[in-house]
C-alpha cells in the first residue's frame, strides 16, 4: 500500500511540474489560452475535461 501512495504522490508533483511549464515559459501565451478559457461556455468545459479525464485513462491503461 505505501508503494501506491508513493505512486499516487509522484503522479501529483508530475502534475504539476507539468502545469507549472507554461506559465513559466510563456506567461503571455499561458494568459491568452487562460482568457478563452473563461470565455467558454460550462458545457464547453465539461467537455474538455471529460476529454482531459479520458486521455489520462487511456494513458494510464497504455502504460500499465
Not at 501506491?4 to 511549464?21: D, K, M, P, R, T
Not at 501565451?29 to 475535461?49: E, S, T
Amino acid at each position: 500500500m505505501e508503494d501506491a501512495g508513493n505512486s499516487l504522490w509522484a503522479a501529483l508533483a508530475l502534475v504539476l511540474v507539468i502545469e507549472g511549464l507554461l506559465p513559466l515559459l510563456s506567461p503571455g501565451g499561458w494568459r491568452r489560452v487562460f482568457q478563452q478559457m473563461l470565455a467558454l461556455q460550462d458545457g464547453q468545459l465539461r467537455f474538455f475535461g471529460l476529454c482531459s479525464i479520458v486521455a489520462g485513462l487511456l494513458l494510464l491503461w497504455l502504460v500499465s
